[in-house]
């Protein structure tokens, strides 16, 4: 399948102030996928080698090891994106990549439909979202790009209404690291699930999904 190129803007480059331009593509597509995980794997190396550097010795405790992972953002260090392609090749799910300067930027693996908690109403639900390593801080290193993952949620709120026909809203299953971030977003937090390896749920109201949207085009 070609992906179908759904949005165009500009990325300001925190290491150069240059603004680069940007398209989301909108499709599961094998090649794109491949791409990505041979890129990214290259720069995961590289945030774990600067981690391992850090820490030789390893940490004394599990909750100071778990600390120092998302410091480094490497909360995902083992997601498998060949694999994720083959799990979510059907109608139910739908992919959007960030693309600039050759490369994907960003990635988003929506799930349709899912019953909002708060009406019961169609929303989706983002099963997979996460940045390219070099969008990601870390100590004594500043990412390249800011707001990736901003960019393709609002780009994910906005295809749900225009081409699924869904009221605004979307949930999702924090990765402890980023349940501030979704709280920030004024998304509500529920309890956490434990057939989603107890990670907490988070769903946005109708109000929060515009909020999203809006703030991506002010």
Known sequence: MTPICSESGQLLCNHTANNVPYVIRTGLDSMLTLTLDADWSAAKADAFNAFRERFPNGLPSRAEFD????????????WNWLNK?????????????????????GVCII??????RED?????????????YWNRNRPGYKRRFSNIGHILISYAVDHAMRVLRYRPGFSL???PAAESYYSRLGMTPYDCDADKEGLRYFEASESCAKA???RAHA
Request: glycine share 2%.
């Open 173 to 175: 299953h924090a990765l």
């Open 212 to 214: 999203v949207l809006e």
């Open 85 to 105: 392609a083959h799990l979510t090749a059907t109608n139910d799910y739908q992919w959007f990549y960030l693309m600039a300067e050759d490369k994907v930027q």
């Open 67 to 78: 600390s120092a992972v998302a410091e480094y953002n490497l909360v995902d260090l083992h």
């Open 111 to 116: 799930f349709h439909p899912k019953p909002s």
């Open 120 to 132: 019961g109403e169609k929303i989706f639900y983002i099963d997979y979202i996460a940045a390219a």
